[in-house]
Nanobody, 118 residues
């Protein structure tokens, strides 16, 4: 089992910045892909950004140019740098990770609330 713990959420003003962290309880050596997802009230969960083991990144059109996903393997941690945030970015942000050892293993964090409001 792997535990993923998100942190860094909170209240931020429109146009501001926030950095989310997702810490894994074990090494990312066998990681296949990690991602950030968000779910706003009354809406379906959507993929915000992902990063593969090789470092290839992918972003939702709504966050391109504003959000940056990264990973620090030495710290077993993934980040989401959120810049120029908008009220529509308000949601619960969750991270997930897919490992491959004897087969695919997917894990999810509990989520952290991000609220963009003045």
């Amino acid at each position: 089992q792997v535990q993923l713990v998100e942190s860094g959420g909170g209240l931020v003003q429109p146009g501001g910045s926030l950095r989310l962290s997702c810490a894994a309880s074990r090494s990312l050596f066998n990681i296949v892909v990690m991602g950030w997802h968000r779910q706003a009230p009354g809406k379906q969960r959507e993929l915000v950004a992902s990063i593969t083991s090789g470092g290839t990144t992918n972003y939702a059109d709504s966050v391109k140019g504003r959000f940056t996903i990264s990973r620090d393997n030495a710290k077993n941690t993934m980040y989401l740098q959120m810049n120029t945030v908008k009220p529509e970015d308000t949601a619960v942000y969750s991270c997930n990770a897919v490992f491959f050892r004897f087969g695919p293993e997917e894990y999810w964090g509990q989520g952290t609330q991000v609220t963009v409001s003045s």
